[in-house]
């Protein structure tokens, strides 16, 4: 294997497109074989990118929220067609608002839907049942409360019917509660987190971990150059609430374990179960009709279908990609970005931290870019 051709990408990425700076680890039959940062953590002080730093990984908790939950499946806690609202009682008679017009939903949620987002919810934070929530809970947001409220916004279309990227899994967090009996926060840790040594991976940050957090940026896209922000997380609603979606702060050597182990059958280094491997294959099948690959084709993922929380390649030609069929992954909006490969026994981690990420312009390089490497 040699990478000098990954490096010399990661190392133009600040110039062509415009991100501060990234870091990236590759692993291979369960060992690091590549680690490299390219450009600043802070530009203004032109301080390189320190391999210890921690991100926002946004999206990229859907894989998280994802195996907590296929764990739970996988011991017959509940079936994958089952109604959602045998678990979470206010999911039972669901409205749809369609064209201005409110109707009652034929069909139930099935907590399929959930994974697969076709469960006919949207990505609106600021809906009347959230605000209400932050209201009553002075802030705290406990997640199950949050889950609880989105039960009274309408659907925007049939449950099962259609694809639309929302907030299933913050709601498939919610499930993970009722069926374990924790918080999604106290389930991840104890059997993801702790068992793969993911000692920077968590929901809510202490002090000691807001210090290394890499600071954030946006791409302003009329002056093409990234400008510092906050780095709050606008999808952590409440000071209790932990977002199956978007809630995670992790590092990238700490993320790379669990694309690891889901490329490994799994198991943990020292043979821990995570996750069974058939659960892992059918995770990575695609679960959409032909209609869902319509609306899921997003520009940046040609050749992808869609799993069980994550992108999965079924056409590789169509996707221009040099990898194989079954690789899966999914990414977040500052930049992270989780390819995993069980045939090869690859995994790739990615990460910066910048809004208006270019993902459609990075991603695909460096899958191709890695494959052309091994």
């Known amino acids: 294997m040699n990478f000098n051709a990954l490096t010399a990408l990661l190392d133009r990425l ?17 060992k690091e074989v590549y680690r490299h940062q390219s450009g600043y953590s802070d530009v203004a002080a032109q301080k390189p990118v320190e391999t210890d730093a921690l991100y926002n990984v946004y999206s990229a908790s859907k894989l998280v929220t994802c195996v907590a939950a296929l764990r739970l499946y996988e011991q017959g806690y509940f079936l994958l067609t089952d109604p ?7 999911f039972k008679t669901m409205k749809i608002k369609e064209n201005g ?6 069909k139930d949620i099935l907590i399929r839907d959930l994974f697969t987002m076709t469960a006919g919810f949207n990505y609106d934070i600021k809906s009347p049942s959230l605000m209400a929530v932050k209201k009553e809970t002075e802030q705290r947001c406990p997640t199950l409360e949050v889950v609880r409220a989105l039960a009274k916004e309408p659907l925007l279309f049939e449950p099962g019917s259609r694809w639309y990227y929302s907030l299933c899994h913050d709601v498939l967090g919610g499930l993970v509660e009722v069926v374990s009996g924790k918080t999604l926060e106290e389930y991840c840790r104890e059997h993801i987190f702790e068992p793969l040594h993911m000692n920077d991976t968590s929901y809510f940050m202490d002090e000691e971990k807001e210090k290394r957090l890499a600071p954030m940026y946006l791409f302003n896209e009329e002056k093409e150059v990234a400008e510092s922000i906050s780095n709050h997380n606008i999808f952590r609603f409440g000071s209790e609430y932990a977002s199956g979606g978007a809630g995670i702060v992790s590092s990238v050597s700490d993320f790379i374990k669990l694309a690891d182990c889901l490329c490994a059958g799994g198991k943990t280094i020292t043979g821990e179960h995570i ?6 294959n059918l995770m990575r099948k695609n679960h ?19 799993g069980l929380g994550v992108r999965t390649m079924v056409d590789p030609v169509a996707g221009g990609s040099n990898g194989p069929v079954g690789e899966f992954g999914w990414g977040g909006a500052a930049g ?6 069980p045939e090869n026994e690859l995994a790739v981690y990615y990460a910066q931290h910048m809004l208006t990420s270019k993902e459609e312009y990075i991603h695909r390089r460096i899958r191709n ?3 052309g490497c091994l």
């Open 275 to 280: 996750l069974g491997g058939n659960t892992i």
């Open 369 to 371: 870019t890695v494959y």
């Open 101 to 106: 017009f409110v109707s009652q939903a034929e």
């Open 288 to 306: 959409l009709k032909s209609d869902g690959i319509r609306e899921y084709g997003w520009s940046h993922m040609p050749g992808y279908g869609y």
């Open 336 to 341: 992270a970005y989780v390819l995993m490969d």
């Open 84 to 90: 959602l609202y045998e678990y979470i009682p206010e």
């Open 14 to 30: 600040p110039q062509e497109s415009g991100i501060p700076g990234a870091d990236c680890v590759v692993y291979h039959h369960r």
